[in-house]
């Protein structure tokens, strides 16, 4: 469990250094714009509560045998903070903690970006990436990069979104969806 915890504060640690941008000009060239987005980021101003509310196992890939001692229901919670661009996209960064597929804890803290298209007032519907790092029980709870895509539809501050980790026989191949609630 201390590992778990030292696992954890490590990983806040490493999803908290945009703040160390906060004050650097932006520059010319990828890094300096990586840096400038994520510093905007950071020092906005509004939160967002992240709610898992379902692991789907790709059927495809894993045995019925497997998919039955699955936990497909991840307790859990996260908070992130947001923004929209001058283009009405979304960017984040954002830490949330939830119950895996064995039913133990697994911290998640990154960055997701959606590019936002916007059919109605309210209504938007989101494609983009996530990059960050996770931490599994399996793994020793040593440190895991993540890049994955992220899809989203919303309607006013409320939005259901997902991603999926790629795999392979047996490992992978997982639809992850959350509830997101812009607390403004």
């Known amino acids: 469990m201390m590992k778990l915890f030292y696992s954890a504060i490590a990983l806040i640690a490493l999803s908290s250094t945009p703040a160390a941008f906060a004050d650097e000009a932006a520059g010319n ?52 903070k947001y923004r929209f661009d001058e283009d009405g996209d979304w960017h984040s960064l954002y ?48 440190p895991i990069p993540v890049i994955a895509p992220l899809a989203s539809v919303e309607y006013k501050q409320l939005a259901l979104q997902s991603t999926y980790i790629f795999g392979g026989e047996g490992n992978g191949n997982i639809l992850f969806t959350w509830l997101r609630w812009q607390l403004k």
């Not at 895996?100 to 989101?126: C, E, N, T």
């Open 95 to 142: 830490v949330m903690v939830f119950s895996d597929s064995h039913k133990d804890m697994q911290p998640v803290a990154g960055y997701g970006f959606q590019k936002m298209w916007h059919p109605g007032d309210a209504l938007r519907i989101g494609a983009g990436y996530t990059v960050g790092f996770t931490l599994r029980e399996d793994f020793n709870y040593l």
């Open 29 to 80: 060239g990828v890094w300096p714009n990586i840096k400038d987005t994520l510093s905007k980021t950071w020092a906005a101003d509004d939160y967002e509560l992240f709610i898992p509310i379902n692991t789907w196992h790709n059927r495809n890939y894993y045995s019925s045998e497997k998919i039955d001692s699955y936990n497909e229901h991840p307790w859990g919670l996260g908070l992130g």
